[in-house]
């Protein structure tokens, strides 16, 4: 599912001080989300701490851990507001 996706411009995006990237690509009824590293995977408890600190309550969300563009990502689908998986 997401590992086919192309990400054709970048999305909104925020760099933490402690090296983690959050970014968010817009589809059309859902957001990808991406956590990321250079040196190594974000953790779970990242991944959640994220999808509880949400805007907007999103429910239980899966990743993938893929490499891409040098760096170490959790890539996963989230439904953007009034919508359901």
Same mark, same amino acid.
């Given at each position: 599912? @997401?590992?086919?996706?192309?990400?054709?411009?970048?999305?909104?995006?925020?760099?933490?001080?402690?090296?983690? *990237?959050?970014?968010?690509?817009?589809?059309?009824?859902?957001?990808?989300?991406m956590?990321?590293?250079? +040196?190594?995977?974000?953790? +779970?408890?990242?991944?959640? *701490?994220?999808?509880?600190? $949400?805007p907007?309550? @999103?429910?239980? *969300?899966? $990743?993938?851990?893929?490499?891409?563009?040098?760096?170490?990502n959790? @890539?996963? +689908?989230?439904?953007?507001?009034?919508? *359901?998986?």
């Amino acid at each position: 599912m @997401i590992h086919n996706i192309k990400f054709s411009h970048r999305g909104q995006y925020r760099k933490l001080k402690n090296g983690l *990237t959050i970014e968010l690509f817009p589809l059309s009824n859902s957001y990808i989300l991406m956590l990321s590293r250079e +040196d190594v995977y974000p953790s +779970d408890t990242e991944w959640q *701490t994220v999808i509880n600190n $949400f805007p907007y309550s @999103i429910g239980v *969300t899966s $990743f993938e851990r893929q490499e891409r563009w040098g760096k170490y990502n959790l @890539i996963g +689908d989230v439904p953007k507001e009034g919508y *359901t998986k």
